[in-house]
């Protein structure tokens, strides 16, 4: 609170003051006293005002710029009441009373919140688990059935499967950080475990892979969760319009602890229209191609990012309509960086 904001605030009782003043004056001099009198006692009384006034500015200017700096470093601000102690005056008391109630009720309310989310992940994890062992039957019945109708079916099998892993990974896309194991992994595997779980879906849409990684390339990362990731990518260049999707990495940083790895999916697709680049992984975008096909959820991009953020990986994606897309997954060499991610997170 500043001293203009101050004096604003107590307009009301400067000008009863200085009414008061000017009156005890007026009577002084009613009553006979001398005219140096009255102004010694104007000037006094003014003195005694302006003392009033200075402490009470600094000790308001104290409380509120300690509310203010609190409030600004706190991650949930509804625990602001129980950083800023117990109050001198009877007006902070209200205040804190205020900011008690407040935060009491956001509490709850993110308790509540809380529970309704962990209620519904485990739900979905329910369903998921117990979807895949019908899944599994289905799939052993598709191997006895004839030609083309077997492979049409095991292709759709392929298709739900993957909305229902897509589904379990959404479900865990806010507590990623719970349920992940950092290992050093070879980038190349976690390329081929990619295109060979897709293989169907990449032959189907005519999708040639070509991973040009050097087999020796390691990297610090959850292999499943950075596989899913990758999958994403991967689906998203055959869906549309890619003959060929191309692996490749390349090293960031000139010290290894400091630096990263960034592997880079290429395809020679149709491309994001540029107005669509920077919105790509918003939650629910389709784009211009997305609307174009009724499969297009707008939700593969967006778990990938939300995945990459929680566990301190970088993505960014780059895209030329007619040309093809670049999706870059930075992976840090610094297992520190990604478990420092993944406390913020927690």
Known sequence: MSVPEYLRSKTASLVIAVAGIASACLVAGVCGCPADAVTLIAVLLALCGLCACAIDCLHERRYYQNLKDIASALERPYQLHSLIGEPSTPDHQIVFDALRSMGAASAREAAQANAKATAHREFVEAWVHGVKAPLASCELIAERVAEPERSQLASELDRIGRKVDAALWYARADCAVNDYAIREVRLADICRSVCRANARFLIEHGCIPTIDIDEATTVLADKKQVAFVVTQFVENAAKYGASHVRFAEKRVGSREGAGSIELRVEDDGWGIPAADVSRVFERGFTGTRGREGAASTGMGLHLAA??????????????????GTCVTLSLPLDRRRMDASAARET
């Open 306 to 323: 939300r995945l990459c953020e929680q566990l301190g990986l970088g993505l960014s994606l780059a895209s030329v309509e007619g040309e």
